[in-house]
């Protein structure tokens, strides 16, 4: 049985890493968060030390690790805002433990260099969350795409609307500064299941970008991509606003639909299983996102329309 410390546990993704712990056999003895609405614990280690000053989570954690070996940390989940995630990483390895972190594993490129300097110097790792590509669909796609003409370009709609209140805008995910913009804060996963998929990026151009909504095209070794995100339920497709769904996924592949709006419930427990297992993503799977979405948020807006997607002309 692995020991677990969970920073952020009060975050929105963090009850899915209590229960990839639980369902891989291990345990959360420490938490932290700032904010004390942490009842969902209870749920799966209600025997966890829990702590809302930062300083207090430090010193039990050192002082667990000297004392007492059979409660020292073996990994730290890290699901904070994504502003701090290096930090945390960094404080896991200089821990004594492999760090698990959310995406994004960084805001900007030369924050990876930093962190992979800090494994070398502690024989730890920094393990991340990519768990679209173990999605089936996903993993069927690169397949295809691999088994398909040397050279060849798919055409390639990404569209993902994921409606969110008042209170989005009220959060750190609105700060740029914070979360790296819409883009990065709910986009960076699907331009990594992209690069995962179609090769390596060749062009990046913005169309659209605002704190609701962002929009651009990108072209890979195998495909070219238009794409748009939204977490403005007007943007909702008809059919979807009739059913009151408030979340569209969509990518669609020379016309066809690839259906993958299913298989989502386990993905979280799936990476837990491969990072336990030695089979984890590490920081330079991580780099082609990273980067991706760092130009994304610098870039000058194009002006041309031959590449839009059809929702970013609205």
Not at 20 to 49: H, K, L
Not at 219 to 239: M, N, Q, T, Y
Not at 271 to 291: Q, V
Request: proline share 3%; charged share 25%; hydrophobic share 40%.
């Amino acid at each position: 049985m692995k020991n677990f410390a969970l920073i952020g546990a009060a975050g929105y993704i963090a009850p899915r890493h209590m229960k990839a712990v639980r369902e891989t056999g291990n345990r959360v003895t420490v938490a932290y968060d700032v904010n004390d609405s942490v009842g969902i614990i209870d749920s799966f280690f209600p025997d966890a030390e829990f702590f809302t000053e930062f300083e207090r989570f430090d010193r039990h954690v050192y002082n667990v690790a000297r004392h007492d070996p059979a409660r020292s940390l073996d990994y730290v989940a890290v699901c904070s805002p994504n502003y701090l995630h290096d930090a945390h990483c960094r404080f896991a390895m200089r821990s004594g433990a492999d760090a698990i972190c959310e995406k994004p594993i960084v805001l900007n490129p030369r924050n990876l260099d930093g962190l992979l300097e800090m494994e070398q110097a502690t024989g730890r790792r920094v393990h991340t969350i990519l768990q679209l590509r173990l999605h089936p669909e996903i993993i069927a796609l690169r397949e295809a795409v691999r088994a398909g003409a040397a050279g060849a370009k798919h055409e390639v709609e990404l569209t993902y609307i994921t409606s969110r209140g008042k209170w989005y805008m009220q959060s750190w995910k609105a700060d740029t500064a914070k979360s790296g913009g819409i883009a990065t804060n709910i986009g960076v996963h699907f331009f990594d299941m992209l690069h995962y998929i179609f090769g390596a990026l060749q062009e990046n151009r913005v169309h659209l970008h605002a704190p609701e909504r962002a929009a651009g095209y990108l072209e890979f070794e195998h495909a070219r991509v238009r794409w748009f995100l939204s977490i403005d339920s007007g943007d909702l497709p008809a059919e979807a606003a009739a059913r009151a769904q408030r979340t569209w996924r969509s990518i669609t592949v020379d016309g066809k639909e690839i259906e993958f709006s299913g298989g989502f419930e386990n993905l979280h427990t799936r990476s837990y299983e491969e990072i336990l297992a030695g089979r984890g993503f590490g920081l330079d799977e991580n780099r082609t996102a990273i980067e991706a979405v760092s130009q994304i948020r610098e870039a000058a807006i194009s002006s041309d329309a031959s590449l839009r997607h059809p929702l970013a002309a609205r």
